[in-house]
């Protein structure tokens, strides 16, 4: 929208308080309290549960005399039964608040928990899409306080307001939308995320660089966030190669921390088609969310050309990569092979005879709505042929 002298007219969000640096992660108490919190559920997912970084998250909650109360039943994608098990625990116990501990999916699941555990019986997850204000259909005193602590570096929803979550009955995801999903606090400790397996650094950086990419690119109008788009791709692309040779570089970790916080504040000014095809290819067969954005980054790219080339070009320009467009793809490329990300949707195992539907499901994602090309039904079922 815009008023009558042509100037663009928008609603800009910018994050909450970040501690960030490493060994903050001794502060995570201090921060719970300060909150209000007195007996907090830590969300996190299966993996993680029992290593040490959780045990020693636990150990500070624990020492301050807030339990050691955690609940761990998170899919790689979760749903509204991983959300009502979560819930059920958070009211037997008798929890105040939700401590979001993890990647993307623990992260969003803690954040469903802390909204719906306080809600009326009749209102659904669903009902709170992230459409227009249904948000207010929500009741905001009852949605509990939020910390945020990341061990990942890619899907940066720890500054974010909304969650990510699959129905398990359409296989669609759905972003669930309020603004205090906001979480009041957010510690982003690099040590964190130094025990990640490879494909999890590779894949949660190349999410982290899509976000960049996708609000660089949308054509909303939103110059805040296009700086720091720009600026987030330069941190991916200078850290993400080191942080996946030597795991262990805390530098290279904490610049990556701050690219995935970077492109979630970015992506207010929007997303397209890479989410918009990840979305239903994640929810269907279970992909690694990050890792199928950067399987059809390139496809996209090409897909966009008539819209953005000379925008890459000038990106292209700032992050010292030669040859403008193609240099820029090229690049992209590279960072794919060195990552070992796979080359299409047919190695992910994604089934040709799928097509069709998976091209509904990525026209009905909000996140097409912000493509630079107009997403139509004969052009999005070229775009997931030329992935394959």
């Given at each position: 929208m815009?008023?009558?002298?042509?100037?663009?007219?928008?609603?800009?969000?910018?994050p909450t308080a970040i501690k960030f640096g490493v060994g903050r992660i001794a502060e995570l108490a201090e921060h719970a309290q300060a909150a209000g919190l007195k007996k907090p559920l830590l969300v996190?997912?299966?993996?993680?549960a029992s290593l040490p970084i959780t045990s020693t998250a636990l150990d500070v909650l624990e020492a301050a005399g807030l339990g050691r109360a955690v609940f761990s039943e998170v899919d790689p994608n979760p749903n509204e039964a991983n959300m009502a098990a979560g819930i059920a625990v958070y009211r037997a116990g008798g929890h105040d608040g939700v401590i979001c501990f993890g990647g993307g999916s623990a992260l969003d699941l803690g954040k469903m928990i802390a909204l719906m555990a306080g809600q009326r019986a009749d209102l659904s997850v669903w009902d709170l899409e992230d459409v227009d204000d249904w948000f207010t259909r929500a009741d905001a005193d009852a949605i509990a306080p939020i910390i945020a602590v990341p061990t990942t570096a890619?899907?940066?929803?720890?500054?974010?307001?909304?969650?990510?979550?699959?129905?398990?009955?359409?296989?669609k995801k759905k972003i669930i939308f309020h603004p205090k999903l906001m979480p009041v606090v957010t510690i982003c400790d690099p040590a964190l995320t130094v025990g990640m397996p490879k494909f999890i650094t590779a894949?949660?950086?190349?999410?982290?660089?899509?976000?960049?990419?996708?609000?660089?690119?949308?054509?909303?109008?939103?110059?805040?966030?296009?700086g720091i788009a720009l600026e987030g791709m330069r941190l991916v692309f200078e850290n993400l190669?080191?942080?996946?040779?030597?795991?262990?570089?805390?530098?290279?970790?904490?610049?990556?921390m701050s690219a995935a916080a970077m492109g979630a504040v970015a992506f207010q000014k929007g997303l397209g088609a890479i989410h918009s095809l990840s979305h239903p290819v994640g929810a269907v067969y279970g992909t690694h969310h990050g890792t199928t954005n950067a399987v059809v980054m390139?496809?996209?790219?090409?897909?966009?050309?008539?819209?953005?080339?000379?925008?890459?070009?000038?990106?292209?320009?700032?992050?010292?990569?030669?040859?403008?467009?193609d240099g820029f793809r090229a690049r992209i490329m590279d960072l794919r092979a060195e990552l070992s990300i796979p080359s299409n949707l047919t190695a992910?195992?994604?089934?040709?005879?799928?097509?069709?539907?998976?091209?509904?499901?990525?026209?009905?994602?909000?996140?097409?709505?912000?493509?630079?090309?107009?997403?139509t039904r004969e052009n999005t079922r070229a775009l997931f042929d030329a992935c394959m």
């Open positions: 815009s008023d009558n002298h042509g100037v663009p007219s928008r609603n800009w969000t910018y996190t997912d299966k993996a993680l890619g899907t940066g929803s720890e500054v974010g307001r909304a969650g990510v979550l699959t129905n398990s009955d359409t296989h894949g949660t950086g190349m999410d982290a660089l899509a976000h960049c990419l996708e609000a660089y690119s949308s054509p909303i109008y939103h110059p805040m966030s296009q190669p080191v942080v996946y040779r030597e795991p262990d570089n805390l530098m290279a970790r904490g610049h990556m390139p496809m996209v790219l090409d897909f966009n050309r008539p819209a953005i080339e000379d925008r890459i070009a000038a990106a292209a320009a700032y992050l010292g990569i030669a040859g403008g467009f992910m195992g994604v089934d040709p005879a799928r097509l069709d539907e998976l091209t509904e499901m990525a026209l009905e994602d909000p996140s097409c709505g912000g493509n630079p090309v107009t997403m």
